[in-house]
């Protein structure tokens, strides 16, 4: 008799292929469904292997109405959205998917970086109208990206892809982080405070896992110490930025720009942010290549066939 498994969102067809052959799924999903809270405890009262996504709120309560749960295999890298604790504590294992997602992700952040430097997305926005008259030398003036600054928060295996295309642009990277980094050979990547690296920064890029400490970690006193021209980017989690502070630094010109893939109330967005022409807005693409995630859907099927097997998991993240 297969394993029972609940999934709470569509994955991609090859991943859900692999699923439905292997085990026996609670119930199929469908393209675009939100489950309800009832409709979670029920996935969970019946499911020995849970895949879930960071928009699902994995709480005590869920877990507890949970008998027969063995895994939850979160189907991100971050996982600030499960109760570590009370899993630990019901003796439920949780994984992520590490590594699998740093490319696509940081190749995002350069996407953001230059949409906003270069005033893509507007530009794109005004030629579609019909009423560009015409190249002329004053222009849509945007910002250069060779051989300026970029600071990095967090420089765990985003953060440090991120800096490495730097290179290719004859940036100085600076950083702040908890602990120091080996660089590539030949390269200098600069440790600072989270201060000095804010009023270096030409782009300020975050890569830090949501946490008590990193909630509004960039708000009104860190975005007064960027530079007038310096632009934010921001693929981690939308937490890390005091959304309400961004806005005003915006209106204000303190800071001249922003590119956003995440949001502190997610999936709503501050209404002042979207209607700003300096701000580019993404809906959470970071992973979102067919290869990542077909990737990231097979990581969990190893931490799942890991642990229903009584072999340890992979990718096991633990509470404290």
Request: hydrophobic share 45%; glycine share 8%.
């Amino acid at each position: 008799m297969p394993s029972t498994i609940y999934v709470t969102r569509l994955l991609p067809e090859p991943v859900m292929a692999a699923l439905r052959e292997r085990y026996r799924l609670v119930s199929e999903p469908t393209e675009g469904h939100i489950p309800t809270d009832e409709e979670l405890r029920a996935g969970f009262a019946q499911a020995e292997a849970v895949i879930c996504t960071l928009a699902d709120r994995i709480d005590a309560a869920l877990l507890s109405s949970a008998p027969h749960l063995k895994i939850v295999a979160n189907y991100a890298v971050g996982y600030n959205n499960i109760d570590l604790a009370a899993a630990q504590a019901r003796g439920i294992v949780v994984t992520n998917t590490p590594d699998v997602l740093t490319a696509a992700t940081a190749d995002l952040t350069w996407a953001l970086l230059f949409a906003v430097a270069r005033r893509v997305v507007e530009g794109d926005r005004w030629v579609r109208t019909g009423t560009w008259p015409g190249w002329a030398p004053t222009q849509m003036l945007g910002h250069d990206v060779s051989d300026k600054t970029l600071g990095i928060i967090g420089m765990g295996r985003i953060g440090q892809a991120v800096a490495q295309r730097a290179q290719g642009f004859r940036m100085t990277v600076v950083y702040a982080s908890r602990r120091p980094v080996t660089a590539p050979a030949g390269v200098a990547w600069n440790r600072h405070s989270l201060d000095e690296v804010l009023r270096r920064s030409d782009f300020l890029s975050l890569h830090v896992p949501l946490t008590e400490t990193t909630s509004h970690l960039i708000s009104s006193r860190e975005l007064s110490l960027m530079k007038p021209t310096a632009i934010l980017l921001n693929t981690s989690r939308g937490s890390v930025i005091d959304e309400a502070a961004l806005v005003s630094a915006l209106q204000r010109g303190t800071i001249a720009g922003a590119g956003l893939d995440v949001y502190e109330h997610e999936p709503a967005i501050h209404p002042e942010l979207v209607a700003m022409h300096n701000v580019v807005l993404l809906p959470h693409l970071g992973s979102a290549t067919q290869e990542t995630r077909i990737r990231m859907g097979h990581v969990c099927l190893d931490n799942i066939a890991a642990v229903l097997g009584g072999r340890a998991a992979p990718n096991q993240v633990r509470s404290g």
